[in-house]
C-alpha cells in the first residue's frame, strides 16, 4: 500500500505554464551568484496531507526487506544528530514559510556552500559533512532540513529530463529528482542541476519510499558504471525491493544480469518490465542487446524496426544502432546513425563520444578532436572521453 503523503490538491504546472517566482532577497544573492538553483511554479494551490511518518517509513522498511536490513540500508534524508545540532543553530524555527525557506537554502548554499559532484549520490548527512553531492544528494539534505523547520517538501520526479549512460551497448538509467514544496499556497521545485537550462513541463511528486527506491538505484547505476557488480547487486535488490515497478532499477538489474552472464534471467527482467511500461525506451533497447547475446537476431531485429518506425528512439539508440554499424564495417552509416543521436540531443557526452569513435575509426582526428572537447565540457569526469582525449594526444603510433 502506499504511503500516503502527497499534496492533496497538486498543482499542474501545464495548467498555467511557468510563472516567475517573487525574488527574496536571498534568491537574488542565488541568482548573482550564478548558483543553480531554479524555481518554478505552478498554479496557486491550498492545503496538503501531512508528509510521511518516519516510523511509517521504517514499517515499509520491514516489510520489503530481508531481516537484518538495519545493517546496510538507511533512510536517505534522516537528520543525524550532527545535521539536526547545526539545523537548531543556524535555523529558526518560527517566522513565515517564506522567511523559513530562505533560511533553509541560506544554510545550505550560504553556510555549508553545497558543491555539485556528479557521483556518489549521498544522503543528507553525507551531503552535509561532505559539502557537495548530485541532484539527489540535495534534495535529500532540502528534505531533510525542511521538515526539521515545519516546512513541506518532498521529491518530486522530472519525467521530461532524464539521466541515462551508455555503456558497452546498454543504457544505465538514473532519475531526475528535484524538491516540490508549497510556500503560501503556491508549489514551487528546487532544483541543483548545474550547466543546463531548466524548463520542466512533465513532472510528479512521489512517495518517501519511491525516494529511497530512487536513492539506492543511483548507488546501483554508479557501481554498475565502476563495474562493482557485487555492490551494484546488493543496491539494486534493494531498488527493486522497495520501489518494484520502479522501470530504472528493473532496467538496471538487467544490465547487472547481462555483466553476470545471467542472460536468460535478463530477458525475463526485461520482457516482465515492459508489461509494466511498454513503452519505455531503455527497457526496449537493452531487450534487444538481451536477444542479440542470446543469438536471438531475428527478433532483435525486429524489435529494433520497430522502436525506429515508432520514432520512439533515444538518442542512445541512434548511438547503439551507429556501434552495431560501426562494428559490421560501416563507418557511413555509423556516422548517420551518430548525427541522428546528436539532432535528438546535443547535450549529451555520450553522443559526442559516439561521434569520436566513428571519427577515428576514420581518421578524422580534427573532427574526432572536437567532439572529445564538447564531451568533456560537458562531463569532465567521463571515462571514455577522457581516454579518447589521451589517445588523440598522443597521435598515431
Known amino acids: 500500500m502506499p504511503i500516503p503523503y502527497l499534496p492533496a490538491t497538486r498543482c499542474p504546472p501545464e495548467a498555467s505554464g511557468p510563472l516567475q517566482a517573487p525574488e527574496s532577497p536571498f534568491a537574488a544573492t542565488l541568482r548573482r551568484s550564478g548558483l543553480a538553483l531554479t524555481l518554478a511554479l505552478g498554479a496557486a494551490c491550498t492545503g496538503y496531507a501531512p508528509l510521511d511518518d518516519r516510523q511509517l517509513?521504517?514499517?515499509e522498511f520491514d516489510r520489503r526487506l530481508?531481516?537484518?536490513?538495519?545493517?546496510?540500508?538507511?533512510?536517505?534524508?534522516?537528520?543525524?544528530?550532527?545535521?539536526?545540532?547545526?539545523?537548531?543553530?543556524?535555523?529558526?524555527?518560527?517566522?513565515?514559510?517564506?522567511?523559513?525557506?530562505?533560511?533553509?537554502?541560506?544554510?545550505?548554499?550560504?553556510?555549508?556552500?553545497?558543491?555539485?559532484?556528479?557521483?556518489?549520490?549521498?544522503?543528507?548527512?553525507?551531503?552535509?559533512?561532505?559539502?557537495?553531492?548530485?541532484?539527489?544528494?540535495?534534495?535529500?539534505?532540502?528534505?531533510?532540513?525542511?521538515?526539521?523547520?515545519?516546512?513541506?517538501?518532498?521529491?518530486?520526479?522530472?519525467?521530461?529530463?532524464?539521466?541515462?549512460?551508455?555503456?558497452?551497448?546498454?543504457?544505465?538509467?538514473?532519475?531526475?529528482?528535484v524538491a516540490g514544496m508549497y510556500v503560501d499556497g503556491e508549489m514551487a521545485t528546487y532544483d541543483f542541476l548545474p550547466y543546463r537550462p531548466?524548463?520542466?513541463?512533465?513532472?510528479?511528486?512521489?512517495?518517501?519510499?519511491?525516494?529511497?527506491?530512487?536513492?539506492y538505484n543511483n548507488l546501483g547505476a554508479e557501481a554498475l558504471m565502476r563495474n562493482e557488480l557485487d555492490a551494484a547487486e546488493k543496491w539494486l535488490d534493494i531498488a527493486v525491493r522497495l520501489a518494484p515497478d520502479f522501470d530504472k532499477a528493473i532496467n538496471n538489474r538487467g544490465i547487472l544480469l547481462l555483466r553476470r552472464n545471467r542472460v536468460d534471467e535478463a530477458a525475463r527482467v526485461y520482457e516482465e518490465g515492459l508489461e509494466l511500461h511498454p513503452?519505455?525506451?531503455?527497457?526496449?533497447?537493452?531487450?534487444?542487446?538481451?536477444?542479440?547475446?542470446?543469438?536471438?537476431?531475428g527478433r532483435a531485429g525486429e524489435l529494433l524496426d520497430v522502436l525506429e518506425d515508432l520514432n520512439m528512439a533515444s538518442p542512445f539508440f541512434y548511438v547503439y544502432r551507429g556501434d552495431a554499424a560501426l562494428a559490421a564495417g560501416d563507418p557511413v552509416l555509423a556516422l548517420e546513425y551518430m548525427r541522428r543521436a546528436f539532432r535528438a540531443d546535443s547535450e549529451l557526452p555520450e553522443v559526442h563520444v559516439g561521434l569520436v569513435r566513428v571519427y577515428v575509426a576514420t581518421g578524422r582526428v580534427r573532427e574526432a578532436r572536437h567532439h572529445v572537447e564538447r564531451a568533456l565540457r560537458l562531463d569532465a569526469t567521463h571515462e571514455e572521453a577522457?581516454?579518447?582525449?589521451?589517445?588523440?594526444?598522443?597521435?598515431?603510433?
Not at 205 to 214: F, N, S, V, Y
Open 57 to 59: 517509513l521504517i514499517s
Open 66 to 177: 530481508e531481516s537484518g536490513w538495519r545493517d546496510e540500508v538507511v533512510v536517505p534524508f534522516a537528520v543525524t544528530d550532527d545535521l539536526g545540532a547545526a539545523i537548531a543553530d543556524r535555523i529558526s524555527p518560527v517566522g513565515s514559510e517564506t522567511r523559513r525557506r530562505d533560511a533553509v537554502l541560506d544554510f545550505i548554499f550560504g553556510w555549508i556552500k553545497l558543491q555539485y559532484a556528479p557521483s556518489p549520490t549521498r544522503t543528507a548527512a553525507e551531503t552535509f559533512s561532505e559539502g557537495q553531492g548530485n541532484c539527489l544528494s540535495f534534495v535529500n539534505l532540502f528534505v531533510a532540513v525542511g521538515r526539521e523547520r515545519r516546512l513541506n517538501p518532498f521529491f518530486v520526479e522530472v519525467e521530461d529530463y532524464q539521466r541515462w549512460n551508455y555503456e558497452d551497448g546498454v543504457v544505465i538509467s538514473r532519475g531526475h529528482i
Open 198 to 215: 531548466k524548463s520542466y513541463r512533465d513532472f510528479e511528486p512521489i512517495t518517501d519510499l519511491a525516494a529511497a527506491g530512487h536513492y
Open 279 to 297: 513503452q519505455n525506451i531503455p527497457l526496449l533497447t537493452n531487450l534487444v542487446r538481451s536477444y542479440q547475446v542470446q543469438g536471438r537476431h
Open 386 to 397: 577522457r581516454k579518447y582525449a589521451a589517445l588523440i594526444e598522443r597521435g598515431p603510433p
